[in-house]
């Protein structure tokens, strides 16, 4: 088995890149607040490139009063331990007025083909805050996913 921490990923998916990326989208979407003046539809625009490296979170869970959030995403069927597996966790990086929430994948190996793919996978993260009225956004184009609040 091959070590997936071994060699470069690919452009745009380092972790360094990955958080890159998410500040850019907190900063559209605060500056899409600004712009909205206090109405309460925030329209967001994507970033100037086609399909963004990275993990798309669906959907996000959480309490208001709560810093534990939990997102749903397409990923690998099984466990990094299993052939074409990957293991995730997620981060957030936050603001005021939104949290974007970085999925980063642990692979089975980085040189495997792998043909099986769409599995619904979960994960769960803390955030520095209370969620409060802030939305979730999905790192790889920084806009709103559903947001179920317990």
Known sequence: MNNPYEGAPPKGESLGE????AGEALARYDQAVINA????????TPPPWNSPPGIAI????GTRAGTRLAVTFTGARGPATEP?????????VESANAIVVIVIAQPHATDEVCLLAGYARAA???L???????VVLEARQGQPVPLTVE
């Not at 669906?58 to 869970?61: L, V």
């Not at 074409?84 to 957030?92: F, K, L, P, S, T």
């Not at 520095?128 to 802030?134: E, F, K, M, T």
Request: aromatic share 2%; net charge negative; proline share 3%.
């Open 37 to 44: 003046g206090g109405s309460a539809t925030v329209s967001v």
């Open 18 to 21: 990955m958080r890159q990326q």
């Open 128 to 134: 520095a805050q209370p969620l409060g009225q802030r």
């Open 58 to 61: 669906e959907s996000a869970t």
């Open 84 to 92: 074409c597996g990957a293991d995730y966790h997620a981060e957030a």
């Open 124 to 126: 769960a993260l803390n």
